[in-house]
């Protein structure tokens, strides 16, 4: 801890040694946090300090992996660590694929025949359709994401029976039931049955996908000569955006299909149970939207 951070918390703890309710760092009670510094909060009851990652902390962390696979401390709010790319996870076949297309602007156009195309296309959508629904990595998400639905409950219940400890009246285990439903009604539900999706639901899905990836002018990374884990990345954000569909000006692009919804893997566990960084997703609607914006100011100077 540096000089000018402990300063800070002296500081603080003089200051308010008088108006704490509790006795100092006293553990049976739910702490209240207040701003210190950047990673670093205090107890108003007790006084109790919590500084990020040091050796030392008398409350620890309490951590949390966000969608983008980042893991943050709840009480400051501080990112602690962040997934990087490592090297088994990289493409050598789509970097040489990025370097040309940057390095050679006069490069020809590279003609790949329909039939390959959409051979590749079709492959690879029903590919990470069968993995991302279907495989026992996707069952092995469901579990996870069950065991963390339950966690948040036994979590909400155990706050509010906390929170109830020093009430000097019989504890209405009702109440502590409404309080946890609410606490956990803006989390997915899990899905309990496997058969998720039926066989024409599934077709219909896979049909779409494909005839909107024929529609799309895609970079050069993403030529479609052959299998590539840059295009397996698009196609995977491609099924998680046909939840919402796109549509713009009345114009549906992508059908909207609801069900992906409910169904599909959270995108915090497609690194632990699938091996993808979740952060394509956000990639692959990134490019989806510079095709989508050049179709239409392409239409445009038609017009």
């Known amino acids: 801890m540096n000089k000018r951070l402990q300063d800070r918390i002296d500081s603080w703890w003089h200051s308010n040694q008088l108006l704490f309710l509790l006795p100092a760092m006293y553990g049976g009670h739910e702490h209240t946090w207040v701003f210190l510094d950047a990673g670093c909060v205090g107890c108003s009851l007790c006084g109790v300090v919590h500084v990020c990652q040091a050796t030392n902390n008398i409350i620890q ?22 997934t990087t790319f490592f090297e088994s996870e990289i493409s050598i076949s789509d970097f040489k694929t990025d370097s040309h297309s940057c390095l ?65 009246h019989q504890y209405n285990i009702i109440e502590g039931l409404e309080f946890s439903m609410n606490a956990v009604s803006k989390f997915r539900k899990t899905q309990i049955s496997e058969n998720v999706l039926s066989e024409t639901e599934t077709n219909n899905i896979i049909k779409s996908i494909i005839e909107f990836i024929g529609k799309l002018n895609l970079p050069k990374p993403y030529i479609l000569s052959h299998h590539t884990e840059k295009f397996n990345n698009l196609v995977t954000s491609i099924i998680y955006i046909c939840a919402d569909g796109i549509c713009d000006n009345g114009v549906t692009y992508l059908q909207k299909f609801p069900v992906l919804k409910n169904i599909l893997p959270l995108e915090l566990t497609l690194l632990s149970c699938f091996q993808i960084q979740p952060k394509i997703v956000t990639d692959g609607e990134n490019v989806i939207k510079i095709c989508i914006n050049n179709f239409i100011e392409k239409k445009k100077k038609i017009r």
């Open 61 to 82: 962390c309490c951590r949390e992996r966000q969608d983008d696979s980042s893991v943050v401390c709840l009480l400051t709010g501080i990112v602690l660590s962040t």
């Open 104 to 168: 050679q602007k006069n490069s020809k156009k590279i003609h790949v025949p329909y039939e390959i195309s959409q051979n590749i296309i079709s492959d690879t959508v029903k590919h990470m359709i069968e993995l991302l629904l279907f495989s026992d990595k996707a069952h092995e998400a469901r579990e996870m994401e069950k065991k963390r639905y339950n966690k948040k409950i036994l979590a909400a219940f155990n706050k509010h029976v906390c929170g109830q400890r020093y009430k000097f």
